[in-house]
């Protein structure tokens, strides 16, 4: 059985760092497109960062650039996104998930297998 496992959420105040973390377990994360997407109440569930399967491709949403950082370990079956400079806006559940896509995707439809979730709250 697949389980993605996110952590690394919390409370931040504004300007401050996270690291978040995505563990895989039931599948072999090197045959997977990974990617991070966010979700603010009563909002939908938006896309932050993938990333191929080698790592070479990566792809980033505007908002986040230059701040958010996506990376992979395949030896380790584990997703990370680094998050600097956090805003009030970055505040959300942050979700980790696995695409079987051909290429590096950013539609929600395109991930098979999503993690519970953990909450990134940045506030004074």
């Known amino acids: 059985q697949v389980h993605l496992v996110d952590s690394g959420g919390g409370w931040v105040q504004p300007g401050g760092s996270l690291r978040l973390s995505c563990t895989a377990s039931g599948l072999t994360l090197s045959n997977y497109n990974m990617g991070w997407f966010r979700q603010a109440p009563g909002k939908e569930r938006d896309f932050v960062a993938a990333?191929?399967?080698?790592?070479?491709?990566?792809e980033i949403t505007d908002s986040v650039k230059g701040r958010f950082t996506i990376s992979r370990d395949n030896t380790k079956n584990t997703l990370s996104l680094q998050m600097n400079s956090l805003k009030p806006e970055d505040t959300a559940i942050y979700y980790c998930a696995a695409s079987l896509a051909s290429w590096v995707t950013r539609g929600r439809s395109t991930y098979s297998y999503w993690g519970q979730g953990t909450q990134v709250t940045v506030s004074s």
């Open positions: 990333i191929s399967r080698n790592g070479l491709n990566i």
